[in-house]
């Protein structure tokens, strides 16, 4: 059953199909949208995530999530542009008179840590300033795509805090100590260029070129089996958590177990008989 997509003032989806035959499914693009404000994470945009995250999770329709930022508004006569951004961090406004147990229940459970549990394959899209939540939201993600004009960066100490939805830890995971430690200290932003050189994003584009090289790398993932995918997900996070010779013998256990799916046999005999695999988990 295809249920409505969880559409908000602040979130948008657009279903893209994954081919042109459209049996495939979609790739669910979704947008956050408070340009005016650097699509800044309120609570009604992490609520909206989170629907939308379970709205995923529950829907044979998606298979690939590609999220990103809203583009500016044009700026009213004789205002300046605001300037491009994924997302400029949680939404600082929303920190005033904050004490200690409201900000505790507020980020336990929180939309970013649902992304990151989502099985399905996911990818940052980002188009202008990753800052704080907004680098968080990408290194929740599976791959992050970004544009020349991007920035990372990790500024809460400037604020007198910490990263609170995840930077600690998956920062570390994907860039190494060293540097989490420099951003995270210093809070100074890095552009895309050194973000791709240290492995915090896969790819980096022209922002003209952005959408369709996200969307080919999106349809290339959305076109394998999402059984395998999905197992494929568990097995690379379970590296994160287990040592080296308890991961390995998780993967044998995982790789042994997809001999039990359709979908392997399709894919050996597909490859035997110069064939294109038809997927038994599209
Ligand atoms: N929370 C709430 N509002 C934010 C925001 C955030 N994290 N980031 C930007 N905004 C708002 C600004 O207040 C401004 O609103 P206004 O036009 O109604 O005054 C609007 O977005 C545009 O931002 P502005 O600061 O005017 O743009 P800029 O080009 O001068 O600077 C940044 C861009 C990204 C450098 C700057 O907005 C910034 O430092 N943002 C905060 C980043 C941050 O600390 N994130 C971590 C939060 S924990």
């Known amino acids: 059953m295809v249920m409505d997509a969880p559409q908000t003032d602040v979130l948008s989806i657009e279903l893209i199909p994954v081919n042109e035959l459209e049996e495939l499914g979609s790739i669910a693009l979704v947008t956050i949208r408070r340009p005016d404000k650097l699509n800044a994470l309120n609570s009604e945009v ?6 939308m995250v379970e709205w995923v999770e529950a829907t044979d329709v998606v298979r690939v999530v590609v999220l990103t930022g809203a583009q500016p508004n044009a700026p009213p006569e004789g205002k300046r542009a ?14 005033v008179g904050m004490q200690k147990d409201e900000i505790r229940v507020k980020f336990t459970n929180n939309a970013v840590e649902a992304l990151w ?11 202008g300033f990753a800052l704080g939540g907004g680098c968080e939201i990408a290194c929740s993600c599976d791959l992050r795509i ?10 809460e100490v400037n604020l007198g805090l910490i990263p609170g939805y995840g930077a600690t830890q998956r920062l570390t995971h994907l860039v190494g100590y060293g540097k989490t430690m420099e951003m995270i200290m210093t809070g100074e932003m ?6 791709h050189r240290i492995g ?5 584009c022209t922002s003209e070129d952005l959408r369709e090289f996200t969307l080919k790398i999106a349809r290339i993932i959305g076109s394998k089996s999402s059984h395998t995918l999905r197992f494929g997900k568990q097995t690379i996070r379970a590296s994160l958590d287990l040592g080296l010779t308890e991961g390995i ?16 046999e399709i894919g050996v005999n597909a490859f035997l008989n110069r064939e294109n695999p038809q997927w038994e988990h599209k």
């Open 249 to 264: 013998a998780y993967e044998a256990e995982v790789f042994a177990s997809l001999f039990d799916s359709k979908d392997q």
């Open 46 to 51: 992490m609520s909206s995530l989170k629907a």
């Open 200 to 204: 915090l994003v896969n790819h980096v």
């Open 190 to 195: 890095i552009d895309a260029a050194e973000a």
């Open 82 to 95: 605001k300037p491009n951004a994924f997302v400029a961090g949680a939404d600082i406004t929303e920190f």
């Open 146 to 155: 970004a544009s020349e004009r991007s920035r990372f960066g990790t500024p």
């Open 117 to 127: 549990d989502l099985s399905k394959p996911t990818i940052a899209m980002v188009d």
